[in-house]
């Protein structure tokens, strides 16, 4: 059975925050599509293994717009666990030198206004960073 979630976003198109709305789409032989509406209209579709992979190509394909969400934030990044077994909703807030713990996982879909306007590309070069840190600190 497929399955559809709708959940509501904020995000900056032409310098204004407004509002749109994800169409999470999952079917069970775990394929995720992501859709993103804004004022009704659908403004780009992404498929792919997980959530958070749709959601970097989404914005790659609309580069003009900033997601207030925490998948969008520069430190934030799933594990490999997170992508497999909870097909990449959640994801770990991370930390220079600091391992990734329970009470650090979030939404990537919840509301997030600080360090957002970066690249895919920007972010796993700080994911990558991040886990090169890790080796630095024991």
């Known amino acids: 059975m497929i399955c559809v979630n709708e959940r509501k976003i904020k995000i900056i198109i032409n ?10 789409i999952d079917s069970p032989d775990r394929h995720c599509c992501l859709r993103i509406f804004h004022n009704n209209n659908q403004l780009a579709e992404s498929n792919g293994i997980d959530y958070f992979s749709c959601f970097i190509d989404l914005r790659n394909q609309l580069k003009d717009i900033v997601f207030l969400c925490k998948g969008a934030k520069i430190n934030v990044f799933p594990s490999a666990m997170q992508r497999d077994m909870g097909l990449g909703i959640t994801a770990y807030e991370t930390k220079l030198g600091q391992y990734g713990l329970p009470e650090n996982q979030v939404h990537i879909f919840d509301f997030e206004d600080k360090d957002v306007d970066v690249t895919p590309e920007e972010q796993a070069k700080f994911h990558y960073q991040w886990f090169e840190s890790l080796g630095k600190s024991n």
């Open 15 to 24: 310098g204004e925050m407004e509002e749109a709305k994800l169409h999470l």
